[in-house]
C-alpha cells in the first residue's frame, strides 16, 4: 500500500535502523523509543492489525513468534528478558494502521496495564 508508512520502510522507501529481515517479516528501531532497546516488528504484507490475520496459517504464526526471537537475540535482550506487545484499534492506542509487534527491553520495564 503506498500511502502506509510501514508499507513504505518494508520496501525501503523510507529509511529506518533496520535489525532485521527475511522473506516475511521487518524488524527496525521506533522512532521514539519508550525503553533503552525499542524494535518494532512488522510483516511485508500489508495487514492492519491482529484482527486480520485470517490468512495466516499456524506455520506463519509459528515463523512470527521465531523472528521476534530472533530479534531479541540480535539486540541482546533474549537472556535479560523483554516484552513484546501489539496495539490493536482505538481503545489498544493503535496509530498506524499495519501490524507491527513492539520489542521493549534493555532495562527492568514498569508494569503496563
Ligand atoms: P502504535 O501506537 O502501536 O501504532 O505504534 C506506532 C509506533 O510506530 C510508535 O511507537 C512510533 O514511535 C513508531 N513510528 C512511527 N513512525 C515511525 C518511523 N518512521 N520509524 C520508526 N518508528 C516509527
Ligand atoms: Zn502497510
New binding site residues.
Partial sequence: MDDC?FCR?AAGH?P?QKVLEDEHFVA?????P?APQ?I?VIPREHIPSLNDIDGWGAAQGHELLRFIVRVAEQVDVAASGYRVL??VGPDG????PHL?F?ILGGEKLGDFR
Avoid: Y
Fill in positions: 508508512i520502510i523510507i529506518s527496525f528501531r521506533d522512532i521514539n519508550k525499542h518494532l501489539t496495539n492506542g493503535q496509530e498506524i507491527h513492539h
